[in-house]
């Protein structure tokens, strides 16, 4: 069974200062992992992935995501939060051989300028 | 960029009525999907598409759920006979072959009274 959580229903942190959302998974087999971001009434936007190889992944927007095998993490990171950053931030995770993505409940990220 | 579009953007509809949501594909993908997002809620998978057949669907996708590619480029969900509780966010994605990334389209929200 795939399971998704993200500890934290709200993050707020200070324009300027680096950002961390963070997620843990639960799947069966090697993990594809990702990051979706949703403004207000728009839909879900790709941010970034892990599928293999570097543990580090870079995506848009200056976000990165380090994935950790042993702590079964996949927390999503930024060195300088900007406020248009503000949003609704997803996990996601897919099994290998699955087809369907599996979210968290998200977590809402506010900038305070 | 091409983009996964869906219409219409909102739709309110009588409890016990059909509707029908439309969703175009980005155009060489060939993995398509339907999830959808009660308000304030996480994003849960409904169906998979694959080859003119579906692939994998989940427990929510029901006997009043169904799917159809239509032509070439269209993918539509249809709910025979909606329930106050089908009242959500509908997202359609797709992919490409070769790819595990889905891309999603801005979503459809359905209302029924």
């Known amino acids: 069974a795939q399971s998704v959580a993200q500890p934290e229903d709200q993050v707020n942190v200070a324009e300027g200062n680096p950002l961390t959302v963070k997620c843990t998974y639960s799947v069966s087999g090697n993990p594809y992992l990702f990051w979706y971001v949703q403004y207000p009434n728009r839909g879900l936007q790709f941010l970034l992935k892990y599928i293999t190889g570097d543990n580090l992944v870079k995506g848009s927007y200056g976000f990165e995501a380090e994935f950790n095998k042993s702590q079964t993490s996949f927390h999503l990171k930024k060195p300088s939060a900007l406020v248009s950053d503000s949003a609704l931030y997803f996990c996601?995770?897919?099994?290998?051989?699955?087809?369907?993505?599996?979210f968290g409940t998200g977590t809402r990220l506010t900038v305070i300028p | 960029e091409p983009e996964v579009t869906q219409t219409p953007s909102h739709q309110v509809t009588q409890m016990g009525q059909e509707v029908i949501l439309r969703c175009v594909p980005i155009?060489?993908?060939?993995?398509f999907y339907w999830y959808r997002q009660i308000l304030g809620q996480k994003v849960e998978f409904l169906v998979s598409?694959?080859?003119?057949?579906?692939?994998?669907k989940s427990e929510i996708f029901d006997d009043q759920f169904s799917v159809e590619r239509p032509d070439g480029s269209n993918f539509t969900l249809k709910i025979r006979s909606t329930k106050l509780e089908d009242s959500a966010m509908y997202f359609c994605?797709?992919?490409?072959?070769?790819?595990?990334?889905?891309?999603f389209g801005p979503g459809t929200r359905l209302l029924v009274l």
């Open positions: 155009s060489n993908h060939l993995y």
């Open positions: 598409f694959y080859n003119n057949e579906i692939s994998e």
């Open positions: 996601a995770v897919k099994g290998t051989g699955a087809n369907n993505l599996f």
């Open positions: 994605a797709s992919n490409p072959t070769g790819s595990e990334t889905q891309y």
